[in-house]
């Protein structure tokens, strides 16, 4: 697992332009890279199962994979995995909660998938999560030369992908890099994700900062139950973490109103986050001017030029 010292990100700063187009260049190649395996694969696995813990970024991999192959003349079709949950209404006693396997409506999932494959037209469903139940539909014509990506939390679950294993590539998509502090504490990439959400969570949805983290437990669980037990799925692991991360965050952060009256030392100590808030504290805040529209980093912080 790759280790940044925060007294290097503090120094590459100083000329932060470039250090954001450098990073921003780091994952260009792990695009590059990527899509490079797959068209190799292409013929005997056309289907790419996509998946990465909340906040990971999959779902901006997934649109810069399909806009790399498309720039190649390579016909792909998108579809996420969110947009396949049951109706709360059909959902088995084993849908526990949203992170559980069995929220997901499995058979029409695959079904559409082998349908695009086949080169067939699919209504896709378009999940309404405040009715809790499907909202609409929207056609996407399928190809058999296309390649088919879905995205989503349980792509990689053996109840969706050994359904389609023979003809599929995994990906798995998440952080992984880890920060070392200025008095030798580690950052790890949960930490950072909880960092990610918060923004995005306040700007998106409306959630409170509290709310968020106060959530992340439950996210965590259903990581540690039904995504990091699957890894092994993957062909192709890609680390979405930016060097230059921690300052853009640190900066949407603190613009929050009440961030520090929400997230006082005593509530982050108690979910654990006093390491992230270290670095949060300590490095120079950074804007988005040099930040590219197609970046993960807008995912969470907005001005992304993709539509979530």
């Known amino acids: 697992m790759r280790v940044i010292d925060i007294e290097n990100i503090t120094t590459a700063m100083r000329d932060d332009t470039r250090f954001v187009l ?9 695009i590059s890279s990527a899509a490079a395996s797959l068209l190799m694969n292409k013929r005997q696995k056309p289907l790419v199962c996509l ?15 399909k806009a790399y192959l498309e720039n190649l003349g390579v016909k792909v079709c998108l579809l996420s995995m969110d947009n396949f949950f049951l109706p709360l209404h059909k959902r088995p006693p084993e849908a526990e909660d949203w992170e559980s396997p ?20 699919v209504e896709l469903p378009i999940y309404d999560f405040k009715a809790g139940d499907v909202g609409s539909y929207v056609t996407m014509q399928g190809d058999q030369d296309a390649i088919i990506i879905a995205e989503g939390i349980h792509m990689l679950n053996p ?18 890099t880890r920060i070392i502090t200025t008095d030798d504490k580690i950052v790890k990439p949960e930490q950072l994700r909880v960092a990610r959400r918060m923004i995005r969570d306040y700007q998106g949805r409306g959630h409170s900062l509290r709310d968020t983290v106060a959530r992340a ?4 669980r259903g990581e540690r139950n039904y995504i990091m037990p699957n890894k092994g799925n993957a062909a192709i692991h890609i680390d979405t ?17 009440g961030f520090y009256e929400q997230l ?10 006093t390491d992230l808030f270290k670095v949060v504290n300590s490095v120079p805040p950074l804007k988005t001017d040099y930040v590219p529209r197609d970046s993960i980093v807008r995912e969470f912080v907005g001005g992304s030029c993709f539509r979530y």
Request: glycine content about 6%; charged content about 30%; some cysteine.
């Open 159 to 176: 109840l969706i992908f050994d359904q389609v294993r023979d003809e599929a590539t995994g990906v798995y998509v998440a952080p992984r």
């Open 217 to 220: 437990e439950s996210v965590d």
């Open 22 to 30: 450098r990073c921003e260049e780091v994952f260009h190649d792990k």
């Open 102 to 121: 069995y929220c997901v409506d499995r058979a029409t999932l695959v079904d559409s998938i082998r349908r695009l494959a086949d080169g067939q037209s």
């Open 51 to 65: 998946t990465g813990p909340s906040g990971s970024g999959k779902t901006t991999t997934a649109m810069r994979l």
């Open 264 to 273: 006082d030392e005593e509530f982050i100590d108690q979910h654990g986050l």
């Open 241 to 257: 973490f930016h060097d230059y991360e921690p300052c853009i965050l640190s900066r949407y952060l603190k613009e929050i109103p």
